[in-house]
């Protein structure tokens, strides 16, 4: 069995990875350098604790990715020679008011109700555990089980692992899918066609793009996030830390990212005066320490955002196609299980999720 995987961010790379270990040959067609879209743009953030509007399926998928991490970044540095810099940090939701207080409070019950660790830190608590925070940090849910790694770093182990284990990578821009009686068998694109057993479209925030990928283009779109790094000489925290409007993320080397904007700027990547004001500004309010720290890098990315928030994966809307998109804020944390699902469904051996809500044809996304 061959399949063309149109896209090499961190789920094309994955999914290719773990199709070759299947046997599976892959052949992965990226338009560009592979990685260097929102996988690269990400900060790396594995929370689906304090990511979490409430319990449900995205919760689950979530947390089984999350759950899958440490052996995957084990499988990972013996497959590539890469550690990816996986860190079971923790994340610290600070607030500095009442309202926020009592959102956080309901959140921790709920998942604790859920059978999740988190736990209320009034403010002596919160600076004990990381004493640059703001003095005017009233308290914070700690939710001790979230992580981090350095999404850079994952790019990189999952480019070579896919690799190593025979996956070709091409470079080709992917103009649209081949039918034949009704069944995908290839692709067009500028470099000719290519004919394959199945296609999965993993292109990100331009699966929209891909034609006859969606029955509708705008079920996936780009929703812009720029992000700041700045850098300590001593890492200024440990945990990562989410504010009401963003979040700050430490790398054990000193260099502190900050992020970031949500929004709908169509394909215009560049980083604007507002958007830098506003995670200067949630840094700042944050860590007022950093405020004489040199920046060395600001960029902007694509999330793929869907109208409901929640991935597509599985199989498209004709045989012989499949999709793995629309991670929008947390597809670093969600590469592993798509990973397994979609090297599940290719193959077709029993699914380790139901993948039902994430459907491409459900309501959300054929409007
Ligand atoms: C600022 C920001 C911060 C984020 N922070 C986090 C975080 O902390 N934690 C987290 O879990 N997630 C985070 N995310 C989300 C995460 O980055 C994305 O969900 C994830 O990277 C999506 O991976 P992907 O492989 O689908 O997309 P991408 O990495 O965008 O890869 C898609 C690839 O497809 C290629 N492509 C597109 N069209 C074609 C075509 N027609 N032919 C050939 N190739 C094509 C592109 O060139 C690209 O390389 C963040 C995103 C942004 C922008």
Redesign the pocket.
Known sequence: MEVLV???????CAVAWRLQQAGVRCTV????V??????S??????APQAEADGPGPFLDLCLASRALYPAFARELAEASDVDIAFRECGVLEVTFDDAERAAMQGRIAWQRARGLEATWLDAAAVRALEPELSPHVGGAARFPGDAVVDNRLLVSALTIAAARAGARLVT???HGLLERGGRVVGVSTDQGEFRGDAVLV?????TG??PGALSSPAAVRPAR?Q?VMVRTRVPICRHVVFGARGYAVPRVDGRLLL??TMEFAGFDKQVTVSGLASVLATGLRLFPGIAGAPVVETWA????HTPDGLPVLGAGHLPGLFLA?G????????TPITATVLTETIVGSPLSIDLDPFRVDRKALTL
């Open positions: 149109v896209g090499a961010g961190v789920v094309g067609l990226e338009r560009s592979p990685g260097a879209e929102a996988s743009a990400a900060a790396g953030i594995l080709a821009q992917v993993a292109a990100g925030a331009w793009l891909v996030g992000m992020g970031s990315g694509f999330r793929p998109s991670h929008f804020r947390n597809g670093i944390l969600l």
